[in-house]
Protein backbone atom coordinates (compact mmCIF):
# COMPACT_ATOMS: atom_id res chain seq x y z
CA UNK A 1 0.00 0.00 0.00
CA UNK A 2 2.73 2.44 0.95
CA UNK A 3 4.42 1.98 -2.34
CA UNK A 4 1.36 2.68 -4.18
CA UNK A 5 0.48 6.00 -2.49
CA UNK A 6 4.13 7.13 -3.22
CA UNK A 7 3.31 6.20 -7.23
CA UNK A 8 -0.04 7.97 -6.98
CA UNK A 9 1.56 11.45 -5.31
CA UNK A 10 4.35 10.61 -8.42
CA UNK A 11 1.70 11.01 -10.61
CA UNK A 12 0.00 13.98 -9.14
CA UNK A 13 3.30 15.94 -8.76
CA UNK A 14 3.92 15.24 -12.79
CA UNK A 15 0.52 15.92 -14.03
CA UNK A 16 0.74 19.32 -11.98
CA UNK A 17 3.79 20.32 -13.15
CA UNK A 18 2.74 19.80 -16.85
CA UNK A 19 -0.39 21.60 -16.42
CA UNK A 20 1.94 25.00 -14.83
CA UNK A 21 4.87 24.34 -17.68
CA UNK A 22 1.55 24.47 -20.22
CA UNK A 23 0.07 27.48 -19.06
CA UNK A 24 3.14 29.45 -18.03
CA UNK A 25 4.97 28.16 -21.79
CA UNK A 26 1.70 29.28 -23.68
CA UNK A 27 1.36 33.04 -21.99
CA UNK A 28 2.60 35.75 -24.12
CA UNK A 29 5.40 37.80 -22.20
CA UNK A 30 3.85 41.07 -23.65
CA UNK A 31 1.59 42.98 -22.32
CA UNK A 32 -1.21 44.80 -24.10
CA UNK A 33 -2.19 47.86 -22.58
CA UNK A 34 -5.84 48.27 -21.59
CA UNK A 35 -7.86 50.76 -23.56
CA UNK A 36 -9.66 53.14 -21.83
CA UNK A 37 -12.11 54.88 -23.83
CA UNK A 38 -13.04 57.84 -22.03
CA UNK A 39 -16.58 59.08 -22.26
CA UNK A 40 -18.22 62.00 -22.94
CA UNK A 41 -17.21 65.16 -21.17
CA UNK A 42 -19.27 65.81 -18.31
CA UNK A 43 -21.88 69.15 -17.40
CA UNK A 44 -20.95 71.25 -14.50
CA UNK A 45 -23.07 70.89 -11.84
CA UNK A 46 -25.04 74.30 -11.66
CA UNK A 47 -28.15 75.07 -9.36
CA UNK A 48 -29.39 78.62 -8.63
CA UNK A 49 -29.66 80.16 -5.10
CA UNK A 50 -33.47 80.46 -5.33
CA UNK A 51 -34.68 83.97 -3.49
CA UNK A 52 -37.61 85.97 -2.50
CA UNK A 53 -40.51 84.15 -4.19
CA UNK A 54 -44.14 84.01 -3.69
CA UNK A 55 -47.71 84.43 -5.29
CA UNK A 56 -49.88 87.10 -6.23
CA UNK A 57 -53.37 87.82 -6.45
CA UNK A 58 -54.15 89.97 -9.73
CA UNK A 59 -58.25 89.97 -7.95
CA UNK A 60 -59.85 90.24 -4.43
CA UNK A 61 -59.30 86.77 -3.81
CA UNK A 62 -60.31 85.15 -0.01
CA UNK A 63 -57.41 85.20 2.72
CA UNK A 64 -57.24 83.65 5.71
CA UNK A 65 -54.24 86.79 6.96
CA UNK A 66 -55.10 90.26 5.60
CA UNK A 67 -52.62 91.58 3.45
CA UNK A 68 -50.82 94.37 4.81
CA UNK A 69 -47.27 95.71 3.80
CA UNK A 70 -46.16 92.91 1.23
CA UNK A 71 -48.45 91.82 -1.29
CA UNK A 72 -47.07 88.41 -2.04
CA UNK A 73 -48.33 85.37 -0.53
CA UNK A 74 -46.58 81.87 0.50
CA UNK A 75 -45.96 79.69 -2.19
CA UNK A 76 -47.85 76.80 -1.51
CA UNK A 77 -49.68 73.98 -3.51
CA UNK A 78 -50.35 74.68 -7.26
CA UNK A 79 -48.71 77.74 -7.11
CA UNK A 80 -45.16 76.21 -5.23
CA UNK A 81 -44.98 73.40 -8.08
CA UNK A 82 -45.50 76.27 -10.70
CA UNK A 83 -42.96 78.02 -9.62
CA UNK A 84 -40.72 74.69 -9.49
CA UNK A 85 -41.38 73.91 -12.68
CA UNK A 86 -40.38 77.32 -14.05
CA UNK A 87 -37.21 77.41 -11.91
CA UNK A 88 -36.70 74.13 -13.27
CA UNK A 89 -36.96 74.96 -17.12
CA UNK A 90 -34.80 78.12 -16.79
CA UNK A 91 -31.84 75.97 -14.63
CA UNK A 92 -32.25 73.58 -18.12
CA UNK A 93 -31.99 76.69 -20.66
CA UNK A 94 -28.43 77.79 -18.61
CA UNK A 95 -27.24 75.03 -18.75
CA UNK A 96 -28.09 73.79 -21.95
CA UNK A 97 -26.66 77.53 -23.62
CA UNK A 98 -23.43 77.52 -21.33
CA UNK A 99 -22.51 74.88 -19.81
CA UNK A 100 -23.15 71.74 -21.77
CA UNK A 101 -20.03 71.19 -23.82
CA UNK A 102 -22.15 68.51 -26.24
CA UNK A 103 -23.98 72.18 -27.19
CA UNK A 104 -21.47 74.98 -27.13
CA UNK A 105 -18.44 72.70 -28.65
CA UNK A 106 -20.20 72.41 -31.85
CA UNK A 107 -22.32 75.66 -31.56
CA UNK A 108 -25.62 74.08 -31.42
CA UNK A 109 -28.48 74.23 -29.17
CA UNK A 110 -31.22 72.35 -30.27
CA UNK A 111 -32.36 70.87 -26.56
CA UNK A 112 -32.80 74.42 -25.79
CA UNK A 113 -35.92 75.32 -27.15
CA UNK A 114 -38.15 72.51 -25.41
CA UNK A 115 -39.05 75.17 -22.71
CA UNK A 116 -40.67 77.64 -24.99
CA UNK A 117 -43.89 77.96 -26.24
CA UNK A 118 -43.71 78.22 -30.06
CA UNK A 119 -44.18 81.71 -30.92
CA UNK A 120 -41.79 82.26 -28.22
CA UNK A 121 -39.17 79.63 -29.62
CA UNK A 122 -39.30 81.61 -33.32
CA UNK A 123 -37.57 84.51 -31.60
CA UNK A 124 -35.74 82.77 -29.59
CA UNK A 125 -33.66 80.99 -32.60
CA UNK A 126 -32.98 84.57 -34.01
CA UNK A 127 -31.99 85.62 -30.57
CA UNK A 128 -29.72 82.99 -29.88
CA UNK A 129 -26.44 85.01 -30.12
CA UNK A 130 -27.89 86.55 -27.05
CA UNK A 131 -29.35 83.48 -25.57
CA UNK A 132 -26.28 80.93 -25.89
CA UNK A 133 -22.50 81.18 -25.75
CA UNK A 134 -22.16 81.56 -29.03
CA UNK A 135 -21.90 79.22 -32.36
CA UNK A 136 -17.93 79.36 -31.93
CA UNK A 137 -17.10 79.02 -28.59
CA UNK A 138 -15.76 75.59 -29.15
CA UNK A 139 -13.09 76.94 -31.07
CA UNK A 140 -12.49 79.93 -28.37
CA UNK A 141 -12.70 78.05 -24.86
CA UNK A 142 -10.99 75.35 -23.01
CA UNK A 143 -13.97 74.88 -20.26
CA UNK A 144 -16.93 77.07 -19.38
CA UNK A 145 -17.72 76.65 -15.76
CA UNK A 146 -20.50 78.04 -13.62
CA UNK A 147 -20.79 81.24 -11.09
CA UNK A 148 -22.96 82.25 -8.24
CA UNK A 149 -26.44 82.29 -9.79
CA UNK A 150 -29.52 83.54 -8.43
CA UNK A 151 -33.02 83.40 -9.46
CA UNK A 152 -36.72 84.22 -8.06
CA UNK A 153 -40.36 83.58 -8.86
CA UNK A 154 -43.48 85.59 -8.44
CA UNK A 155 -47.19 83.56 -9.71
CA UNK A 156 -49.69 85.52 -10.88
CA UNK A 157 -53.49 84.00 -9.54
CA UNK A 158 -56.58 84.31 -11.10
CA UNK A 159 -59.55 84.80 -9.52
CA UNK A 160 -60.05 81.54 -8.28
CA UNK A 161 -56.56 81.83 -6.46
CA UNK A 162 -55.03 79.10 -9.05
CA UNK A 163 -51.78 79.87 -11.14
CA UNK A 164 -52.40 81.20 -13.93
CA UNK A 165 -48.73 82.71 -15.05
CA UNK A 166 -44.95 82.86 -13.71
CA UNK A 167 -42.34 85.88 -13.80
CA UNK A 168 -39.08 84.32 -13.18
CA UNK A 169 -35.88 87.09 -12.86
CA UNK A 170 -32.46 85.31 -13.25
CA UNK A 171 -29.21 86.18 -13.29
CA UNK A 172 -26.46 83.60 -14.83
CA UNK A 173 -23.15 84.08 -14.14
CA UNK A 174 -19.67 81.80 -16.08
CA UNK A 175 -16.45 81.66 -16.70
CA UNK A 176 -15.37 80.92 -19.82
CA UNK A 177 -11.15 79.75 -19.82
CA UNK A 178 -10.18 81.23 -23.35
CA UNK A 179 -7.93 78.34 -25.29
CA UNK A 180 -5.72 81.46 -25.89
CA UNK A 181 -4.68 85.05 -24.99
CA UNK A 182 -4.52 86.24 -21.05
CA UNK A 183 -7.85 86.78 -20.81
CA UNK A 184 -10.86 85.00 -20.21
CA UNK A 185 -14.91 85.64 -20.30
CA UNK A 186 -16.73 86.50 -17.50
CA UNK A 187 -20.41 85.93 -18.74
CA UNK A 188 -23.36 87.96 -17.10
CA UNK A 189 -26.63 87.15 -18.23
CA UNK A 190 -30.10 89.02 -17.02
CA UNK A 191 -33.24 87.47 -17.96
CA UNK A 192 -36.87 87.78 -17.25
CA UNK A 193 -39.18 85.13 -18.43
CA UNK A 194 -42.82 84.64 -18.66
CA UNK A 195 -44.37 80.99 -18.29
CA UNK A 196 -48.26 80.30 -18.84
CA UNK A 197 -49.68 76.58 -19.48
CA UNK A 198 -49.66 75.79 -23.15
CA UNK A 199 -50.67 71.58 -23.30
CA UNK A 200 -50.80 70.82 -20.42
CA UNK A 201 -47.00 72.08 -18.75
CA UNK A 202 -45.89 75.96 -18.30
CA UNK A 203 -43.88 77.18 -21.31
CA UNK A 204 -41.69 80.37 -22.40
CA UNK A 205 -44.20 82.54 -23.79
CA UNK A 206 -41.98 85.76 -23.67
CA UNK A 207 -38.83 86.92 -22.33
CA UNK A 208 -36.51 89.65 -22.11
CA UNK A 209 -32.68 88.68 -22.06
CA UNK A 210 -29.59 91.22 -21.62
CA UNK A 211 -26.42 90.14 -21.60
CA UNK A 212 -23.18 92.19 -19.83
CA UNK A 213 -20.28 89.74 -20.48
CA UNK A 214 -16.38 91.21 -19.79
CA UNK A 215 -13.05 89.75 -20.38
CA UNK A 216 -11.08 89.17 -17.03
CA UNK A 217 -7.38 88.40 -16.72
CA UNK A 218 -6.51 84.91 -16.70
CA UNK A 219 -4.21 85.80 -13.61
CA UNK A 220 -7.04 87.47 -11.76
CA UNK A 221 -10.06 85.26 -12.17
CA UNK A 222 -10.43 82.75 -10.23
Known amino acids: MRSWRM ?6 LV ?9 FGSRDDRITPSIIQSGPERTPAFAF ?9 TAAIRS ?28 RLYRSAFL ?6 DGTYESLWRDFARAARAQARKDVRV ?8 EAYDAIVPRPS ?9 RKGKPAMVLVSARFRALGRRL ?37 DKRGAP
Open 150 to 158: AISTTVLLD
Open 49 to 57: AVGRSGALP
Open 7 to 12: IAAGVV
Open 64 to 91: RKPVRTDPLLRLRGASRLASKRAIASIT
Open 180 to 216: AGSSNTRFDSTGRFFFQRVGGSWKIVSYDVRRSDERV
Open 131 to 138: LTVGAAAG
Open 100 to 105: DPANWR
Open 15 to 23: AAIAVIAFV
